[in-house]
């Protein structure tokens, strides 16, 4: 090939590359709008997180999650589609763009943040840790007393790791039975199969409400791990990646301020409190810095809440569930959510 023609195929990659990596950068955005409608990844069927009801109706703390940025989108909570997922599929789902994000009790790693094309927007939906689910007449007070068990983990999951790290650390042996789907791993617990069901805390609460008789299982006191479940977008569109992580802290914020589904229309309105003001769309325009609406946040909390109101709802006293907020109470309550301000 001589030295012209080099030249020009030379010229012509980079200029491919610079189309592509443009049309790459805040496309999802505008995809989105395009379909009006977001794609959301959700669980297989987690109780709490993200289960359909009796008229196919997706409920759950991802899912409301998920109707949180359509109402800041598109100013319509309804605007969603939900993909039910596994934890194999849940990855290859986004990266391959069949969802535009992923809502689905996904611990954010380094190597899940930095090694497969995918990002955590730094929001978390809920803090949890793994845990152990028992029969009582199993007759252990403590995962210390496992040693020789038949545990049942869910695949394609960091409980995998965490189990086999905790258990060689505590020198313990076990035999673990891995399963598709969280419904098969809590019948195999049901049916005796195996000695324990594993998974994080939140998600063993939630299978246990879905036994015969929820009473006779009991979740053992140690969490072995760190579990910061939240949201995932893909790589390279900082647009959307902001967009889904400010939806996220805009809820913690306004929980903190007292802005309620009930109240936030006329706070609106009527608020002197400048960060309120702020953050509501009355003063300022830090909606337009998202490229979303001015009332973006007043959408959101009318339609789907704050985030102390969907947590309670969905996994708080007053949910099937009944779990404590925890670590997931505001940080000036004694948990550590903690979001940056909106100005």
Avoid: H
Wanted: overall charge neutral; aromatic content about 8%; hydrophobic content about 35%.
């Amino acid at each position: 090939m001589n030295r012209s023609k080099c030249t020009w195929l030379f010229l012509t990659m980079v200029s491919l590359t610079g189309v592509s990596n443009s049309v790459q950068a805040g496309s999802t955005l505008d995809t989105i709008e395009k379909k009006g409608l977001i794609q959301c990844g959700v669980s297989d069927g987690l109780p709490g997180f993200s289960v359909p009801d009796a008229k196919g109706k997706i409920l759950g703390i991802d899912a409301d999650f998920c109707r949180a940025v359509a109402a800041a989108v598109f100013g319509d909570a309804t605007k969603v589609k939900f993909s039910q997922l596994n934890a194999k599929e849940r990855f290859t789902a986004l990266q391959s763009g069949e969802v535009d994000i992923l809502a689905r009790n996904t611990t954010w790693t380094s190597s899940r943040d930095s090694g497969m094309g995918m990002k955590f927007p730094g929001f978390v939906t809920y803090y949890d840790g793994v845990g152990f689910l028992v029969n009582q007449k199993l007759g252990v007070k403590s995962a210390k007393e496992l040693n020789g068990a038949t545990i049942c983990i869910l695949a394609g999951t960091t409980t995998e790791l965490n189990v086999s790290d905790y258990f060689r650390a505590q020198n313990l042996k076990y035999t673990p039975i891995t399963f598709d789907t969280s419904d098969e791993s809590a019948k195999s617990l049901e049916s005796g199969r195996c000695d324990v069901l594993t998974s994080d805390k939140s998600q063993l609460y939630a299978q246990r409400s879905k036994l015969a008789t929820p009473a006779d299982y009991v979740v053992l006191p140690e969490t072995i791990s760190k579990e910061p479940l939240g949201p995932m977008v893909r790589n390279g569109d900082e647009d959307w990646l902001a967009i889904v992580r400010w939806v996220g802290f805009a809820m913690l914020n306004a929980e903190e301020a007292g802005i309620t589904s009930k109240n936030v229309e006329v706070q609106a309105k009527t608020t002197k409190n400048p960060d309120v003001a702020r953050l509501l769309g009355a003063d300022g325009e830090y909606g337009k810095d998202l490229k979303l609406r001015k009332d973006w946040v007043v959408q959101i909390v009318k339609q789907v809440g704050n985030y102390g109101e969907v947590f309670e709802k969905n996994l708080g006293k007053s949910s099937p569930l009944e779990i404590d907020r925890g670590l997931n109470a505001l940080w000036n309550n004694g948990g550590i959510q903690y979001a940056p301000p909106v100005r």
